[in-house]
């Protein structure tokens, strides 16, 4: 039976989600490595910007998860934050030039962040499967023009509400979780029942 979404108490799972969804602060001083004051700072925060983007479509996740991963892949290879958003750009438009060791850094905190365990399915009601599919669908195609364009705050501001929807969907505080959670609830009510897999029909009742 499709669920509707009712308002009610926030749950652990949906505190949880909500706190990694909500906005990050800023005091309005430019983060440690990502440029300073004038024509260059700007450039920096354009490139940390696309940088974010990127990321948050291909583990996916939110902007605070990309952005930490980012500093992380620095951290890791000894660059700086600059260097590496340049490194997430390059893995775009020029694979064959990214550096090995920060392209392995990257890989390493991408595949970490999709690491993540995910929350067992609880006993509550499930949401139908074509309202898990239409999310899905949304999702992916937040990510595809995230990825096209990341540079474009409306397109990440999206894709974070598609993450976070499904999350709740589904019950999983990381939007990785979720899709892998989504997809395979999908894939399950394809499926005809285990008792009959691979069987002949049976007789008429």
Same mark, same amino acid.
């Given at each position: 039976m499709k669920q509707d979404p009712q308002p009610h108490r926030p749950t652990p799972v949906r505190g949880a989600v909500r706190a990694a969804y909500a906005p990050a602060h800023h005091d309005g001083r430019p983060a440690r490595g990502t440029g300073g004051a004038g024509v260059d700072g700007a450039e920096a925060r354009a490139e940390s910007a696309r940088a974010t983007g990127i990321l948050m479509a291909l583990v996916p996740c939110t902007a605070e998860t990309a952005r930490r991963l980012l500093g992380n892949a620095a951290l890791? #290879?000894? /660059? %700086?934050? $600059? !260097?590496? #958003? $340049? %490194? /997430? !750009? #390059?893995t775009r438009t020029r694979p064959d030039d990214v550096d090995p060791d920060r392209g392995r850094a990257l890989r390493a905190e991408i595949e970490h962040a999709r690491s993540a365990p995910p929350v067992p399915a609880g006993d509550g009601p499930q949401p139908a499967p074509d309202v898990l599919r239409r999310q899905l669908n949304l999702l992916r195609s937040a990510r595809r023009r995230t990825l096209a364009a990341p540079d474009d705050p409306t397109l990440r501001a999206d894709l974070e509400d598609a993450a976070y929807t499904l999350c709740v969907l589904t019950g999983q505080r990381s939007a990785h979780c979720a899709l892998v959670a989504a997809e395979e609830a999908v894939a399950a009510h394809r499926l005809p029942p285990a008792g009959s897999r691979g069987l002949p029909p049976g007789p008429a009742l």
């Open positions: 890791a #290879a000894g /660059v %700086t934050h $600059r !260097l590496m #958003a $340049r %490194t /997430v !750009l #390059a």
